[in-house]
């Protein structure tokens, strides 16, 4: 899906290993080039992202961005909203902890009266999230993308291995039917061939470039895709763009930074 990350050939099976360095792709993650490091890690993760995140002219031809904007009256002002509710509410720390639709509609509703915006641009994994919203806020104008994933079907794979086999733990053992006890992680149904990963990728792209391209940002910072989108949304517009978050603030890691001191320090939650 997206442009070559460089010219060389295929890396061998362990080439990225150096002396002394076990994980060096994590360390430059991590850390700034010294020449850079006045400008942060925010800055540094941002231009790299952009980089990785070039997506190929042919994808770009299906995925069509334009005329999605196109169905949805896009324009200056668009407030980018992600709500998420796939695996996330049925897994790890976050089962049954999902942020109600309500905390969602409080951000956008401040958002919204403080730079006079009314169109919504909505991501989300869940069918039910755009009917809500509509149904909560009338006086917001909310979209969603046109895309050839069907949320429904997305939505209901996520407890069909339990229907299944009723009881099944995560004990480490893959069934015949490739069902484990830990199904509803979207990488699992991928695996088994419950989602269409095409048109799971092609939409995800969709929305996080949306996402990107709106001149203001509500979404959850302890998910990764509302990560990147606020990322790529630095390289697009050359700023931060105004933001909340339902779910705490940008972490530098893959999960919650908790307790922020004024130096940037925190410890992961």
């Known amino acids: 899906y997206f442009q070559p990350w460089t010219s ?3 890396p061998r099976e362990g080439s990225f290993r ?21 400008k942060g890690l925010f800055w540094w993760r941002a231009v790299t992202v952009a980089f990785l995140f070039r997506v190929r002219s042919d994808v770009l031809e ?16 668009m407030i980018g909203l992600h709500v998420r509710r796939g695996d996330s509410c049925h897994t ?3 089962k049954g902890r999902c942020i109600p639709l309500s905390e969602h509609i409080t951000r956008v509703r401040a958002m919204s ?15 039910g999230v755009l009917e809500g919203l509509r149904e909560a806020a009338p006086e917001l104008s909310f979209h969603g993308t046109p895309s050839g994933l069907d949320l429904y079907g997305l939505e209901a794979t996520i ?25 509803a992680w979207i990488e699992h149904r991928l695996g088994r061939g419950s989602i269409p990963a095409r048109e799971l990728s092609l939409a995800t792209i969709v929305d996080i470039t949306l996402l990107s391209q ?11 895709l509302s990560r990147l989108a606020y990322l790529l949304s630095l390289s697009h517009h050359g700023r931060p763009v105004p933001f909340s978050s339902v779910d705490g603030a940008w972490c530098y890691h893959w ?15």
């Open 8 to 10: 060389c050939p295929p």
């Open 18 to 38: 150096v002396p002394g360095h076990p994980h060096l792709a994590r360390d430059f993650w991590r850390t700034v080039p010294e020449e850079y490091a006045h």
């Open 62 to 77: 299906e995925i069509a961005i334009e005329e999605a904007k196109k169905s949805m009256d896009w324009g200056p002002g």
């Open 92 to 94: 790890s720390i976050r």
């Open 113 to 127: 009266t403080r730079y006079n915006a009314t169109r919504v641009f909505v991501a989300t994994d869940s069918p």
């Open 159 to 183: 407890g069909e291995c339990q229907r299944r086999h009723r009881g099944k733990q995560d004990d480490g053992e893959t069934l015949s039917d490739g069902c484990t006890g830990n199904d």
């Open 214 to 224: 709106c001149d203001f940002f509500v979404g959850h910072f302890g998910s990764n």
């Open 255 to 269: 999960r919650m930074c908790c307790d922020l001191r004024p130096d940037g320090s925190s410890f992961v939650c």
